[in-house]
């Protein structure tokens, strides 16, 4: 039976819910970015190896995986304001433990607390923007919403660094645990049940299989850059979430509750076309954002410092422009943004192939801004698209979906291109710097075409609604001529 239900429109504390989305956002992005600056810092404090610490990362980003298609379940089986309410109290929680951790175990332990209420609180959060707001205020909405996720990475690594300096990497989780304690006092008062509720049976084995399935693909591909393709802990990996992948795609089109709706893909041309297009756009863009500090540190040998801001003018530009192409999608519609986006995104990565050890960095940030416009052209853009292409309440199914293919495609980006990259840079003919940079061209070349690809994506769709709104207007007048 359905609980409660309240239209988007007639929601009094809308604005406050949102709010509050876009707070809880801005806190937990800037503890995840803040980390990578904060584990040399950990890793003194508490006496363990560079291998053992990348877990605090690594595990994170495994058990947010597995979490994304749990979320649809439970955003479907449990009121809106409890789940939020729980996710907030997780994470807090996690925050805490890591704060009084004597040990890495807890440490650890704490890191995968937070990754379960992150992960709800993620995939939740954009649900509950793309329900509230209908359709043509959707897109502002997640502007703003990706600016809070833009504005995280500009802040909150520096704000870490000076932390560090005068005290302790834990201040950092104490400023955080304040936030979330906010956040936490105010969903209590401002947020309700939004989302409709039904009794659903809890697939368990649906369930054993996206933790393998999900899991494997992305520890598998993650693993890739310290074993061989074909050695257990890449391959073998790999392939058990690839074939649990298969049978719990099977199974979630054949059980009659299943734990992530499938069935979207079938004759919803739009739904495809978009969940393609995230996969293309997050191969490219976690790929590139891996490799850019590669080629300034590593290849270039300059300090983690000057990285930052060859970095820094790009996140600048995401974080100001989604605002206002959020807007723009909302006048204008899907097809302009992803003609631009993917234009800019196989301009910047294509531009990169030409760089050589004597580019000048400032060079290579005002390239680096190109790419902050195809972000802001298109990741909010496209998880938008794709809700817009379901029935409202399939809403909770399709934005899980996304954030599952979002996990993968993550993944995959950074294990093909970084091991494109080091493929190469073997198999050259230059050794040292020069045989790294070879490889980095390669890889940088092969990251346009991506983006071409999102370009005939865009001219596709801009086919199909003229021919669409032609078919429209030409049964308008028959309609009336016959009257």
């Known amino acids: ?8 429109t007639k929601i009094k504390n809308r604005k406050s819910i949102f709010l509050n989305i876009i707070i809880t956002t801005f806190a937990t992005s800037a503890l995840a970015t803040s980390l990578a600056t904060a584990l040399p810092a950990i890793m003194d404090d508490m006496h363990i190896h560079v291998t053992t610490a990348r877990w605090l990362t690594s595990g994170y980003i ?5 979490m994304m298609p749990l979320t649809a379940f439970f955003a479907k089986r449990v009121p809106t304001k409890r789940l939020y309410i729980a996710a907030l109290v997780l994470f807090t929680l996690g925050l805490g433990g890591n704060v009084f951790a004597p040990t890495f175990a807890i440490m650890m332990t704490s890191r995968i607390l937070q990754a379960i209420g992150g992960g709800i609180l993620k995939s939740l959060g954009q649900m509950l923007i793309l329900y509230l707001y209908p359709e043509g205020k959707r897109g502002t909405a997640m502007g703003w919403y990706a600016f809070a996720m833009g504005a995280a990475p500009i802040i909150a690594p520096t704000v870490t660094g000076v932390l560090i300096d005068i005290s302790s ?3 950092f989780f104490y400023i955080t645990i304040g936030a979330m304690l906010f956040s936490l006092v105010m969903a209590i008062y401002v947020f309700t049940d939004i989302l409709d509720v039904h009794y659903y049976h809890f697939d368990v084995l649906s ?14 591909f993650g693993n890739g850059g310290k074993w061989d393709i074909v050695s257990w802990q890449v391959g073998g990996v790999f392939l058990i979430g690839f074939i649990s992948g298969v049978f719990f795609v099977h199974r979630q089109v054949t059980i009659e509750s299943p734990l992530l709706n499938m069935k979207l893909f079938h004759k919803n041309v739009m739904f495809v076309l978009a969940a393609f297009t995230v996969v293309m756009y997050h191969i490219v863009m976690y790929g590139s954002s891996l490799m850019l500090p590669l080629y300034v540190q590593n290849i270039r040998h300059e300090s983690a410092t000057i990285s930052a801001f060859v970095l820094m003018p790009g996140a600048i530009m995401m974080t100001i422009l989604s605002p206002l192409l959020g807007r723009l999608y909302d006048r204008v519609g899907v097809h302009i943004l992803l003609i631009s986006g993917g234009f800019f995104l196989a301009i910047s990565t294509g531009l990169m192939y030409f760089s050589d050890l004597s580019t000048s960095l400032w060079l290579v940030a005002v390239v680096n801004m190109v790419r902050g416009a195809a972000q802001a052209s298109l990741m909010s853009t496209l998880v938008t698209w794709a809700i817009s292409a379901v029935q409202k309440s399939q809403t909770p199914d399709a934005t899980a979906i996304v954030a599952s293919l979002r996990s993968l495609s993550t993944a995959t980006g950074s294990a093909v291109f970084i091991g494109i990259m080091d493929l190469v840079a073997r198999e050259s003919d230059l050794t040292g710097d020069m045989a790294s940079m070879h490889g980095f061209n390669v890889s940088f070349g092969l990251m346009a075409l991506p983006g071409f690809i999102i370009m005939g994506v865009g001219i596709i769709v801009f086919v199909c609604d ?4 032609a078919s429209s207007s030409q049964n308008f007048i028959e309609t009336n001529v016959g009257q």
């Open 1 to 8: 039976m359905s609980n409660s239900k309240n239209d988007n």
């Open 466 to 469: 003229r021919k669409k709104r």
């Open 62 to 66: 495994l058990t947010m995986a597995i």
């Open 207 to 220: 369930f054993v299989l996206s933790v393998f399935a999900f899991g494997g693909i992305v520890l598998g």
């Open 169 to 171: 990497w834990r201040v």
